[in-house]
């Protein structure tokens, strides 16, 4: 819908560069921008703006951050840089204390809350030490000339709000913005939204108040009952028509979200007739659901036409609910992959590389400095970086800043000063190549050049005891050195294998912006695989048999022993349930637990409440796929059998 506005808005008058189209995803930008390209041709749609929410904000940072005290190359901290900002500004060594910390801190962000306003808003003591350890953080990132990726909404909301100049810019430069999943944003995210649609309030936002999932992560659905209130103009136009799913499957969903307030009526329905009807499926406990679930997909499979194993996918409410189908797929030998698991960008070699392209950008990214001069070992040891450090926050500089510094040597010893200036002349010579080289292959050959300088393989190598996992590990650097040359080269891959053009750049601009590439990335290519997948990684997402797993009281709606259902927390849950239903297409399967384990016990299975709100005919169903798998492969045993018993069937050669 979005694309096909954006085509009608170019021929109202409107140039390219003026309309901003904005998702929450690369994966969904990239799409988006393909979409348009074939929608209004190739030039048009290189001018667009479709970017994330955090991408626009980089490029008003970018552009606009002196007004903020940023120097241009400001670095964007990860979440493994920030917890460990967090345990050295909060005097802690526990993770899980600081992962407390980052979490409330992302929340008041969120929210559009600095540290004074925090510590105002506190409810206990724990939150006023997470407010104090918010106050040091923010002083650190200063220092640091650094960002966390929730500043990346935050400071140009921050920005438009104060400077009147800059807002009044921003307004013109971008006439029309169109929001995708509007449902999914936060508190800080609607008020830059506002900011840069100012009283003209030229703009589409597309949501879905059934789909609002995220609140846990600060999404908020007053942002959808804000807009007629806040935009008495504002035109409701209901899109009721669903392009995916069977009347069966949409009459279940529709019934459950029914139970929800609404605040925009729709009623969903397609062409695409009843289909199968929705099954309830009974199973003993964990293990046998597994075991039905896998029956399901060989069954289906069994019945023969181009049904695939990507065409499955198994949905739970937690993440502990997939090991028993990982256990049940593997005995099967049927391929699988776990959304949510190690992303490639986790791995401890690709975060070596960002941190040093993380320091080209920007040399004052301490965090980065200390990953980059530590990786591979050249002879700093923690001695050494401990007394760099002390002198960089007697003087109030940056560590590489005080490599240079004259008095260094009234702190450390000359050895050491030796092998710390060497390296800060190998970052500047790089940093130096890195900004005037561009194209996929001359990218290439810097970066290979670059590891060969370092010694990297030989580091990854002699780091472990196994030489197939150094291996495995020198083989995703090379991917992503391939992954970085082709941006180089202005050519970008999305997830379904296509791709797309613009402009070169240098190896240094794509270093700029690698950290929001990353953070939002959903890498992978279009495998033939079963998805296993938690309900809130699968939102649009759709595949042609589902998997509900799991669908029990305590489970979904989720519950612990010590927290409240109240009525917000059930609607939640219930959009999650209506989420599920219709990632189906074709058929759906919702699987009741007669029992089920809590802990290390076992306890008595309640079906959901959620089965009853579906109002299915038949509300449960004690077809075992396994019995109808067994009848299919008899059937075939007999007319193979039945084939070779009659000389008229067999071939001549």
């Given amino acids: 819908m979005i694309t096909h506005k954006i085509a009608r808005l170019l021929q109202a008058g409107y140039e390219p560069g003026q309309i901003a189209a904005i998702t929450f995803t690369n994966k969904a930008a990239a799409e988006m921008r393909e979409r348009a390209k074939q929608l209004v041709g190739p030039r048009a749609a290189k001018n667009l703006v479709i970017s994330t929410f955090h991408s626009l904000g980089v490029r008003i940072l970018r552009t606009e951050g002196e007004r903020l005290g940023l120097k241009e190359q400001f670095s964007i901290l990860d979440s493994d840089d920030v917890l460990g900002i967090l345990k ?37 003591d724990n939150e006023r030490v997470a407010a104090r350890v918010m106050k040091r953080f923010e002083e650190r990132l200063a220092a640091y000339q650094a960002v966390d990726f929730d500043d990346l909404i935050g400071l140009p909301h921050r920005l438009l709000l104060r400077d009147e100049e800059c807002r009044g810019q921003w307004q013109e430069r971008l006439r029309y913005v169109l929001v995708d999943e509007y449902q999914d944003t936060n508190a800080i995210q609607y008020e830059l939204l506002k900011s840069l649609v100012g009283e003209r309030a030229m703009f589409t936002a597309v949501g879905d108040d059934d789909q609002s999932i995220y609140g846990w992560r600060g999404a908020t659905i007053e942002n959808l009952r804000r807009l007629p209130q806040e935009f008495p103009n504002l035109k409701v136009i209901p899109l009721e028509q669903n392009y995916r799913s069977t009347g069966n499957i949409l009459r279940a969903a529709n019934a459950v979200i029914g139970n929800n307030p609404k605040l925009f009526e729709k009623k969903l329905w397609s062409d695409f007739g009843d289909g199968e009807p929705v099954r309830v499926v009974e199973c003993d406990g964990e293990e046998h659901e597994a075991e039905r679930a896998v029956a399901r997909i060989q069954s289906v499979r069994g019945q023969g036409g181009e049904v695939q194993f990507k065409d499955f996918a198994i949905l739970y409410r937690a993440n502990h609910q997939a090991r028993v189908f990982e256990k049940a797929l593997r005995k099967a030998e049927i391929p699988y992959k776990v959304s949510g698991g190690q992303s490639f960008f986790d791995r401890a070699e690709i975060k070596d590389l960002c941190a040093w392209l993380r320091l080209l950008v920007n040399n004052d990214d301490d965090p980065a400095f200390l990953r980059a001069v530590t990786t591979p070992k050249r002879g700093i040891g923690h001695q050494t970086l401990g007394s760099l450090g002390e002198f960089a926050g007697k003087w109030k500089v940056s560590l590489y800043e005080a490599l240079f510094a004259e008095s260094l040597a009234t702190a450390i010893s000359s050895r050491a000063i030796g092998s710390l200036h060497e390296f800060g002349r190998f970052v500047n010579d790089l940093e130096y190549r890195a900004r005037h ?29 196994s030489e197939k996992l150094a291996s495995s590990r020198w083989s995703n650097v090379l991917d992503f050195v391939d992954w970085i040359a082709k941006r180089c080269g202005g050519e970008i891959e999305n997830d379904g294998g296509a791709t797309f053009e613009t402009e070169k750049k240098s190896v ?49 709606p989720f519950k612990s022993d010590d927290e409240e259902m109240t009525a917000q927390r059930l609607e939640e849950e219930r959009r999650l349930m209506y989420v599920g239903i ?48 067994k009848a299919l492969r008899a059937a075939a045993a007999q007319r193979a059998a039945a084939a070779t018993a009659d000389p008229s069937t067999s071939g001549r050669g």
Avoid: C
């Fill in 582 to 629: 219709t990632r189906a297409r074709t058929t759906l399967s919702v699987n009741v637990l007669r029992r089920r384990k809590k802990g290390r016990d076992t306890v008595q299975g309640i079906p959901s409440r959620f089965i009853a709100e579906m109002k299915l005919h038949e509300v449960t169903t004690k077809e075992d796929p396994r019995e109808k798998l």
């Fill in 88 to 124: 050295d500004a909060g005097g802690s060594s526990d993770n899980a204390l600081a992962r407390s910390w980052q979490w409330t801190i992302s929340l008041w962000k969120n929210q559009g809350l600095n540290s004074d306003q925090a510590e105002a808003v506190a409810a206990d």
């Fill in 437 to 465: 080289t561009t194209g996929a292959e001359d990218a290439k050959a810097l970066l290979m050049g670059w590891l060969k300088d370092i010694d990297y393989e030989k580091h990854l190598y002699e780091g472990e005891d």
């Fill in 508 to 556: 240094l601009d794509v270093a700029q912006t690698i950290s929001v590439i990353i953070s939002l990335a959903e890498r992978g290519d279009d495998q033939n695989v079963v998805t296993l997948s938690t309900l809130h990684a699968s939102k649009g997402l759709e595949w042609p048999h589902v998997v509900l797993a799991g669908v029990n009281e305590g489970l979904l």
